[in-house]
């Protein structure tokens, strides 16, 4: 389970939907954003470097693509920016992932995630100390995070704070199937894009 942490507010994201920027139920938990997104955006629109595959496939990609939904609840807003084979997720107009794609022929994508974004630590949920149930915080400094950063931060915070180490390597696991690759399908079509992934398609309206 990976956190996003917004004071005291939590967004929770399950594995299951690890690539944040196809995300299409994300389940949202407590969340209060609108007066902290003030304080943490940082250029959500123009935050992503563009690649080396400026004349390639991947070029038709670029721009900024929007997906929302409401589930009766909460209000989902996914964002996807795509530059030259680079990528990055805003999910509620908050950045979270980023990474690159390629486009091995002409509807197959491979998806990779290469930073995650931690903005307000790291908890480890439901570890049994022999009479309770316990979440651990753990106070990752905010900031981007490659795999190797992360689970080397996740892992020494978690020792520090005497997580178990069956709990440990179960958070590594997690991380490290935040950061696999995925392969999919894509449609594109005028101002519409259709990502299938995991067997689930999302379509995207192009907003730039």
């Avoid at 693509?65 to 589930?71: A, G, P, Q, S, V």
């Avoid at 590594?172 to 101002?191: C, D, K, Y």
């Amino acid at each position: 389970m990976v956190e996003r942490r917004f004071g005291d507010e939590i967004l929770r994201v399950p594995p299951e939907a690890a690539k944040g920027a196809f995300m299409k139920k994300v389940k949202l938990f407590s969340i209060l954003f609108v007066c902290f997104f003030a304080l943490v955006l940082v250029s959500c629109e123009d935050s992503v470097t563009g690649g080396t595959n400026a004349s390639g496939p991947e070029a038709a990609l670029n721009g900024t693509w929007i997906y929302t939904e409401f589930d009766g609840w909460e209000s989902l807003e996914s964002v996807i920016i795509f530059n030259n084979g680079n990528w990055e997720n805003h999910i509620n107009r908050t950045p979270l992932y980023r990474g690159t794609i390629t486009i091995p022929t002409s509807n197959h994508i491979i998806v990779n995630v290469t930073q995650i974004q931690v903005l307000g630590g790291w908890t480890v949920w439901d570890i049994w100390d022999g009479n309770h149930w316990l979440n651990i915080h753990l106070p990752l400094p905010p900031r981007w995070y490659s795999r190797s950063e992360l689970i080397t931060a996740v892992s020494n915070g978690a020792r520090a704070a005497g997580v178990p180490e069956s709990r440990i390597s179960d958070e590594i696991r997690g991380i490290e199937e935040e950061f696999a690759p995925v392969a999919g399908t894509f449609i594109l079509s005028a101002n519409h894009l259709s990502l299938t992934l995991w067997g689930e398609t999302t379509t995207y309206t192009r907003r730039n």
